[in-house]
């Protein structure tokens, strides 16, 4: 349905503490199975991404609802009349070190799982960050740099 693209990620630091850096982001297993979920919960799957790219340090894709699912054609309904405008990302960290100047975790490799659509993204590139094992990242969460 939607023709709208969504910024679906860039490399402001997050409010986890976190930057993640585009370049790195792997999508290979994403692209396999392009999977849209709501607020990330893994039983609620309301379509899928199109037309995913990454431009500079930012990345982008298109959503397309399942219109068949009545909760997600809702959803739809409110992207197309500008209502909902959030997504947020779940990604695997993979390689990362905390960044004095920049008082972050700067994370330069990791794996892309899923995108979410959510009303209220934490700021500009939200993000639902997994374990190596796929259990979610508590809010209060953070990443051990060792």
């Not at 905390?98 to 899923?114: F, G, P, W």
Request: glycine share 8%; hydrophobic share 35%.
């Amino acid at each position: 349905m939607s023709g709208k693209k969504f910024k679906v990620s860039d490399e402001s630091i997050n409010s986890k503490g976190i930057i993640i850096r585009t370049a790195g982001i792997k999508t290979d297993r994403f692209l396999k199975n392009p999977v849209m979920l709501n607020f990330h919960e893994k039983k609620e799957v309301f379509g899928r991404w199109e037309d995913l790219e990454k431009i500079g340090t930012e990345m982008f894709a298109k959503p397309v609802f399942d219109m068949e699912d009545p909760e997600a054609a809702k959803t739809a309904g409110k992207v197309e009349r500008g209502f909902l405008r959030g997504s947020s990302l779940g990604v695997v960290p993979l390689e990362y070190h905390y960044d004095e100047k920049l008082d972050a975790i700067d994370c330069t490799v990791s794996e892309l799982r899923e995108i979410s659509i959510c009303s209220i993204p934490s700021n500009e590139n939200s993000l639902t960050l997994y374990t190596q094992d796929g259990a979610e990242l508590s809010e209060e969460g953070r990443l051990e740099v060792k």
